[in-house]
């Protein structure tokens, strides 16, 4: 491990050289940003734009961390935000709080500025030229900041546009590596999970999701990718929940939605447990049987040069074949995967219908099939895949059927 | 405990009758969330606004938590954000992703309507109304969602209002209970990172926040309250960075600001530490005085009655004095505290100069001192504390100066 201290000129807010920022083997090399770089600016010429706008925050920092190892911070003020610029024909900026200059300097390979100096640098660029701005992240960027990027641009369109998020869904060899270990440490807390369940004591929603975030944790992961969902019983119907204090039953469906992010990088996964199967309704297991068997075909059929909605049709079938149709939001057509990488949750490639997008090799994304019957219970099993050279390889491997 | 099985009519989108939710003694009453409903409206009112819209997400969910337990879930599509609604003359709606309505409805104890409905009713309700709805949350509302609701209100206006920050800086006895713990779990992630330093062992400044995290998670936190920042040597003089892999070097400064998570309350807490003082410049113990010196200056000071600003000066000057001020945030005028609940930093009350905002008996806040020297290194000592009837209270308890 490399360690440098670096020097500053002394002055406080904007350092005038870059420190050697300290990196572990694991990390993203800086030549692979260059080349990150370097990509987007031919997409960004090919798609005949002006230039890219993407914004991320500390949640969602895919759209920044794409290009630099700086992840803004948690806050309600500015700190939360940063604006990656990268003009057709310039240098890349990157734009963050004043707090957080020093940082971000450290480890990024091109130039970082404050967004008290956006406004001037925008409007120098915008000024000598027409056309538009592809905006990425356009579902959560703040209004207040997207109302001073408008300002700044001139006649310049700022448009949503996806040769981002089209790029960004193939990974590297790097950043497998990452989601891998990301997914063996989500594994783990689904072990983490059955342990638990297996003892023989009550367990609260509460203390099964601490377990699964503590066993994360212990494997080294740097915090949960999102935070972790339990539901027993009842709740296990919702589709999306936190866990509360409700002590799990002997019968219960347990829905668990959990992932580590380790290095940047997330893992995502569900997995339907029955605690103490013995005393569970026999539609319970039929339920975690429709799921895996859904997730099942998408494993067995998913492949290069296949487009994302084929991909979904035969997950999609499967749903509607096992009857659970009016009870899986998959089955209904709303989509049976999303890209993973740097968020839980990116753009690209999203499986569902009518998505002409064509899986290429090491496209990395999650395959899901979500079940709720009310008063019954519900479950998602979701797994994480990659793209290979031939079909699809599952990047978790803990089982999808769970009795016990 | 009381554990409740609900009910559902058997649709699986929106559940005709509440669920009953499963609360533990610890968790906010919902007598109280009532009265918060009627506290806000008659300020609402009072200021002669038409209403309230109030946004939070998955991470700063302080101005809709404020009114029922429902947090969103982490994500970049909707199911990350929620918006309550109030009018001055209406009963309030809260609105969620679709996906979110189960779980929202099980635990408000008023109505939850998902986003595809949010147009229809707030069109009804502006109908018939003039003037003027409050914003809370214009720092951070995505533009996608701020641009639909200024569709649907038609000619009344939206506009950034106080109102709701103000009525929430004052905290309930609940609400005290609960960030005490977050504050007592807080202080054990320092004291596992000054029993690491002291084991004698090399360790990164990741390690160094895992550990933090752990002993957090190992207390019953129920995450942290943000991404944990632990800065080593010449990293310890930027004011806001993420951990990385630089070894703690004998001499260093070691710079931390960390916060546990329970039960949805927040504490947030920074400390300087001298990994091998005896090895140390001079000028580090000088630097950790410094900081120690002005938050006592505030604590020894801060009382009901006074302004936020009066107190920021008492505080401001020590640091003055000190002769830091090239090298403090908080000695140039940029504030030395900040709320603090159900979010890391709430907008209210801000301790900074100008502010003429009266303390309070029961607001809770950080006081703050921070102290960066570039290539020397630097630190935030920052207490969380509650205005009592005569001076304030520091929620938390962990030495300000370490050295060993």
Redesign the interface.
């Known amino acids: 491990?490399a360690?440098t201290?670096?020097?500053?000129?002394?002055?406080?807010n904007v350092?005038s050289k870059r420190?050697q920022?300290?990196?572990?083997s694991e990390?993203i090399p800086s030549s692979e940003f260059q080349q990150r770089i370097e990509k987007v600016r031919n997409g960004v010429k090919a798609a005949g734009l002006a230039g890219l706008i993407s914004f991320g925050d500390?949640?969602?920092g895919a759209n920044v961390c794409y290009f630099t190892e700086f992840?803004p911070?948690?806050?309600?003020?500015?700190?939360?935000n940063a604006i990656f610029f990268l003009g057709a024909d310039t240098e890349p900026m990157l734009f963050v709080?004043k707090?957080?200059v020093?940082?971000a300097s450290?480890?990024t390979t091109f130039d970082v500025f404050s967004f008290d100096e956006m406004r001037s640098k925008l409007e120098a660029f915008s000024k000598e030229r027409t056309g538009t701005l592809a905006l990425a992240g356009?579902?959560?960027?703040?209004?207040?900041?997207?109302?001073r990027i408008k300002a700044a641009i001139g006649n310049l369109r700022l448009e949503p546009h996806p040769v981002l998020a089209e790029i960004k869904a193939v990974k590297s060899e790097h950043e497998i590596a990452l989601i891998r270990k990301a997914s063996y440490l989500t594994d783990q807390a689904m072990e983490a999970i059955k342990e638990a369940l297996a003892d023989g004591q009550p367990h609260t929603e509460?203390e099964l999701?601490?377990l699964a975030?503590?066993r994360m944790?212990?494997g080294?992961a740097?915090?949960?990718?999102?935070?972790s969902?339990v539901q027993t019983?009842?709740?296990s119907?919702?589709?999306?929940?936190?866990p509360?204090?409700?002590?799990v039953q002997p019968g219960d469906l347990v829905m668990t939605d959990i992932g580590a992010r380790y290095r940047g990088y997330c893992a995502d996964g569900g997995r339907g447990f029955i605690y103490k199967t013995e005393q569970a309704d026999a539609r319970k297991k039929e339920i975690v049987r429709a799921a895996a068997d859904a997730v099942e075909a998408g494993l067995a059929h998913g492949k290069p040069g296949m487009t994302a909605s084929e991909l979904n049709g035969f997950m999609q079938q499967a749903l509607v074949k096992s009857g659970y149709e009016?009870?899986s939001?998959e089955a209904r057509g709303h989509g049976t995967g999303h890209g993973t990488g740097m968020?839980?949750?990116?753009?690209a490639p999203w499986i569902g219908p009518g998505n002409k997008t064509v899986l290429r090799e090491n496209m990395v994304f999650t395959l899901k099939a979500t079940i709720?019957v009310?008063?019954v219970g519900g479950l998602r099993t979701e797994r994480i895949v990659r793209v290979t050279s031939t079909g699809l390889e599952a990047l978790d491997v803990y089982p999808m059927e769970l009795y016990w």
Chains 1, 2 share one sequence.
């Open positions: 491990m360690i201290n670096g020097t500053t000129n002394g002055t406080h350092p420190y920022a300290v990196f572990s990390n500390c949640w969602r992840r911070l948690d806050g309600v003020s500015d700190i939360a709080s707090q957080c020093h940082y450290e480890v356009e579902a959560y960027i703040p209004e207040d900041l997207h109302r509460r999701a601490l975030d503590q944790l212990a080294g740097e915090r949960t990718a999102y935070d969902m019983g009842y709740r119907a919702f589709n999306l929940a936190r509360t204090d409700r002590v009016q009870y939001s968020d839980p949750e990116e753009e709720t009310p008063d």
